[in-house]
């Protein structure tokens, strides 16, 4: 009885190790049910069978990117041939297992002649159809810290659905060799405002905030304050991004508060009556763009104090501007040339000291070739001198003067004109000059030497 029991029991193991190798020769030489190579279902086939699969599938090149068809490449062949077999029976090994197993598994196997389409034309028609995608999609904006209301406030990030281009291209370089292209969405990120370049931004604008500027205008010091003047200002890739409006407005004030471009000046004459003058060239402002430029700079610096002088502007022959350090008489000063032209004289002053007086004729009233009257200043002197233009009549002169002092834009100015025979006190009226101040030879070399370049003109 123990002998037949003996038996039974050995005959039962040997069916088993029969069965079980069986079963492991068959799991050897098939691939699981659910395993697929490069997207292709080669469940149960041998190494064989599976290649011949292969051999025949095109493929359609549809690229998807969530559930969008992002780009619609060409048909191609897979590229299989009959030397790829030795890759699909490695494939066979990797994916073996002894007992049957339905767990869904991609293998990828490269093609020995695997089209490049997919690597080069189809993956840049990729990108350019992403690139294109983004461009009506909503962009993510980073948090950033700014000055506002005179405190440093941090504004969170806004998420986009703009896609990140560099990672879904690098998906695809995954997945290129399966049969189907789907990637998954992924979408550009802003910088929270958490992150440490926030924290970096807090820190340089804080620093800003507690800076301030004295602007030294003449003798006047105005206080321009970063807490009080910056608002919008960012700190950005090691930069400060300063937004000038309030400094702009500021320089602004200043200008019509205290800068004598174009303005009407109070101006005694010699007979002791003020009169108002409107200036011409004569004056200077403030360039508010070169202003703004040096406080932004001074700020950024972290210097306390710079002066006007260096953005200051003016008109004609000068443009950087007359009279900024002219503190008295209204901006013109004590050192001056006075003209009058009902009295058809001028005068010179020097630090308040009448120095010269003398008479001359003026521009022709009868011809509307009257001086012009306003302040202006000496543009240039220079002896002799070749004066050129054209008479009332339309006839073109040329003439030469020993002396010459030009003050106006349009040509006028003090000169010789040994040409002259009729210095009557009115010849103004109707034999006057085309617009200049005629003078005598010998009382044109002294208004030559007594005026210099800049000095103001006051004509009424």
Same mark, same amino acid.
């Given at each position: 009885?123990?002998?037949?029991?003996?038996?039974?029991?050995?005959?039962?193991?040997?069916?088993?190790?029969?069965?079980?190798?069986?079963?492991?020769?068959?799991?050897?030489?098939?691939?699981?049910?659910?395993?697929?190579?490069?997207?292709?279902?080669?469940? &149960?086939?041998?190494?064989?069978?599976?290649?011949?699969?292969?051999?025949? /599938?095109?493929?359609?090149?549809?690229? *998807?990117?969530?559930?969008?068809?992002?780009? $619609?490449?060409?048909?191609?062949?897979?590229?299989?041939?009959?030397?790829?077999?030795?890759?699909?029976?490695?494939?066979?090994?990797?994916?073996?297992?002894?007992?049957?197993?339905?767990?869904?598994?991609?293998?990828?196997?490269?093609?020995?002649?695997?089209?490049?389409?997919?690597?080069?034309?189809? =993956?840049?028609?990729?990108?350019?159809?992403?690139?294109?995608?983004?461009?009506? $999609?909503?962009?993510? #904006?980073?948090? *950033?810290?700014?000055?506002?209301?005179? =405190?440093?406030?941090?504004?969170?990030?806004?998420?986009?659905?703009?896609? %990140?281009?560099? =990672?879904?291209?690098?998906?695809?370089?995954?997945?290129?060799?399966? +049969?189907?292209?789907?990637?998954?969405?992924?979408?550009?990120?802003?910088?929270?405002?958490?992150?440490?370049?926030?924290?970096?931004?807090?820190?340089?604008?804080?620093?800003?905030?507690?800076?301030?500027?004295?602007?030294?205008?003449?003798?006047?010091?105005?206080?321009?304050?970063?807490?009080?003047?910056?608002?919008?200002? +960012?700190?950005?890739? &090691?930069?400060?991004?300063?937004?000038?409006?309030?400094?702009?407005?500021?320089?602004?004030?200043?200008?019509?508060?205290?800068?004598?471009?174009?303005?009407?000046?109070?101006?005694?004459?010699?007979?002791?009556?003020?009169?108002?003058?409107?200036?011409?060239?004569?004056?200077?402002?403030? @360039? +508010?763009?070169?202003?703004?430029?040096?406080?932004?700079?001074?700020?950024?610096? %972290?210097?306390?104090?710079?002066?006007?002088?260096?953005?200051?502007?003016?008109?004609?022959?000068?443009?950087?501007?007359?009279?900024?350090?002219?503190?008295?008489? @209204?901006?013109?000063? @004590?050192?001056?040339?006075?003209?009058?032209?009902?009295?058809?004289?001028?005068?010179?002053? =020097?630090?308040?000291?009448?120095?010269?007086?003398?008479?001359?004729?003026? &521009?022709?009233?009868?011809?509307?070739?009257?001086?012009?009257?306003?302040?202006? *200043? /000496?543009? *240039?002197?220079?002896?002799?001198?070749?004066?050129?233009?054209?008479?009332? %009549?339309?006839?073109?002169?040329?003439?030469? #003067?020993?002396?010459?002092?030009?003050?106006?834009?349009?040509?006028?100015?003090?000169?010789?004109?040994?040409?002259?025979?009729?210095? @009557?006190?009115?010849?103004?009226?109707?034999?006057?000059?085309?617009?200049?101040?005629?003078?005598?030879?010998?009382?044109?070399?002294?208004?030559?030497?007594?005026?210099?370049?800049?000095?103001?003109?006051?004509?009424?």
């Amino acid at each position: 009885m123990k002998h037949k029991l003996s038996i039974g029991i050995s005959t039962v193991i040997v069916v088993i190790g029969v069965a079980l190798g069986g079963l492991a020769w068959h799991q050897a030489k098939h691939f699981n049910a659910n395993v697929t190579i490069n997207g292709v279902k080669v469940g &149960g086939l041998d190494a064989k069978e599976a290649l011949a699969k292969l051999k025949t /599938i095109t493929i359609d090149n549809d690229v *998807y990117v969530g559930e969008n068809l992002i780009y $619609r490449g060409q048909t191609t062949k897979a590229g299989f041939t009959t030397k790829d077999l030795a890759k699909v029976q490695t494939a066979l090994k990797k994916q073996f297992s002894f007992f049957p197993n339905k767990a869904k598994k991609n293998l990828t196997v490269v093609p020995t002649k695997a089209s490049n389409y997919r690597q080069t034309t189809l =993956k840049q028609g990729v990108q350019v159809a992403l690139e294109k995608a983004n461009q009506t $999609r909503q962009k993510a #904006v980073d948090a *950033y810290a700014w000055i506002q209301d005179g =405190k440093v406030q941090v504004v969170d990030a806004k998420k986009g659905n703009q896609y %990140d281009v560099a =990672k879904i291209l690098q998906q695809y370089s995954k997945v290129s060799s399966t +049969k189907s292209l789907r990637l998954k969405e992924v979408f550009l990120q802003p910088i929270g405002a958490k992150d440490e370049s926030i924290s970096e931004q807090k820190e340089a604008l804080e620093k800003l905030l507690q800076r301030q500027v004295t602007y030294e205008v003449q003798t006047t010091p105005y206080v321009f304050k970063a807490e009080e003047l910056l608002n919008g200002t +960012k700190y950005q890739d &090691g930069k400060y991004q300063i937004q000038t409006n309030g400094i702009e407005d500021k320089i602004a004030q200043i200008n019509a508060s205290q800068a004598t471009l174009g303005k009407s000046f109070a101006f005694k004459t010699t007979d002791g009556n003020v009169i108002n003058v409107q200036g011409e060239t004569y004056g200077w402002a403030i @360039d +508010k763009q070169a202003a703004t430029q040096s406080i932004v700079k001074a700020l950024e610096n %972290d210097v306390s104090q710079i002066n006007a002088k260096e953005n200051i502007y003016g008109k004609g022959y000068l443009t950087y501007g007359t009279g900024y350090d002219a503190l008295s008489n @209204d901006g013109i000063g @004590d050192t001056y040339v006075e003209v009058s032209l009902a009295q058809q004289r001028l005068w010179i002053y =020097k630090n308040g000291q009448q120095i010269l007086t003398c008479t001359g004729v003026t &521009g022709n009233v009868a011809t509307n070739e009257k001086t012009p009257t306003g302040v202006y *200043y /000496i543009m *240039y002197k220079q002896s002799p001198s070749v004066l050129k233009g054209v008479h009332s %009549d339309g006839e073109h002169y040329e003439i030469e #003067v020993k002396y010459w002092a030009q003050f106006t834009n349009s040509g006028c100015g003090f000169h010789d004109a040994t040409w002259r025979t009729n210095w @009557d006190k009115d010849a103004y009226l109707t034999d006057g000059s085309g617009g200049c101040f005629n003078l005598s030879l010998e009382d044109a070399q002294k208004v030559y030497d007594a005026v210099f370049q800049k000095e103001p003109v006051i004509v009424y």
